[in-house]
Every structure is written in C-alpha cells, then in structure tokens.
C-alpha cells in the first residue's frame, strides 16, 4: 500500500526509506517517544458506530450462512435424474442478457 507523505519525494514513497529530518518547521519541539503510547495497564475504550455495529452483525450472519443450499441441491439432483427438471428457455435468455448488460 502506497502512502502519499507530503513533501518526500517520489524515490522515497516507493522503497519506504525517508530521508533526514527536518524539524526546524516545527519550532524544534520535541517529544519524548513514548508521549502518544497509553501506559501500560491504562484503560482503553473503544465504541463502535451503528453502521460498524450493524457491518459486525452482518458478517456474523453471512459466516454462519452455509456456502452451498444443500436442500436445493438435492432437490435439483433428484429431479434431474428422475427427468422431471425443464429448463426454461425464456428465462434463461433473459438472464443471460441482463448478466451480459452489467459486464459493460
């Protein structure tokens, strides 16, 4: 993933070194490393928005959704062997021109 830093050239974005420092723009504040970390053993809270509560629900419920309908495959499997199953031109056509329609 690229990440565009301002100011750093073209060379440096692309083999993810950086070049010097210049913290003479900054009025030469310094922070000690450890300024922006929590202390060990702080509390965190973290809340979530409704619609990453509701992204969270929904891809609990999408892996709990079995990949295949067993039970229609079945059914298709056994009316295609007892020669029951018929194909329906029309819709199949159509179909086949609304897929085609949406690949443009």
């Known amino acids: 993933m690229a990440i565009d830093f ?7 974005q692309a083999n993810g070194t950086r070049g010097p420092t210049d913290n ?16 060990a053993g702080g509390a965190a809270e973290v809340r979530l928005s409704e619609a990453a509560q509701a992204l969270q629900g ?3 419920v999408l ?3 079995p990949e295949v309908n067993e039970s229609r495959v079945q059914a298709l499997r056994n009316a ?17 021109v609304d897929f085609e329609s949406t690949l443009d």
């Open 6 to 12: 301002t100011g750093l050239p073209p060379k440096s």
């Open 24 to 39: 003479s723009r900054a009025g030469n504040q310094t922070q000690s490393p450890d300024a922006a970390v929590p202390k």
């Open 58 to 60: 929904a891809d609990k």
């Open 63 to 65: 892996a709990d959704t």
């Open 80 to 96: 295609i062997e007892s020669g029951t199953y018929e194909i329906d031109y029309e819709r199949l056509a159509q179909r086949m």
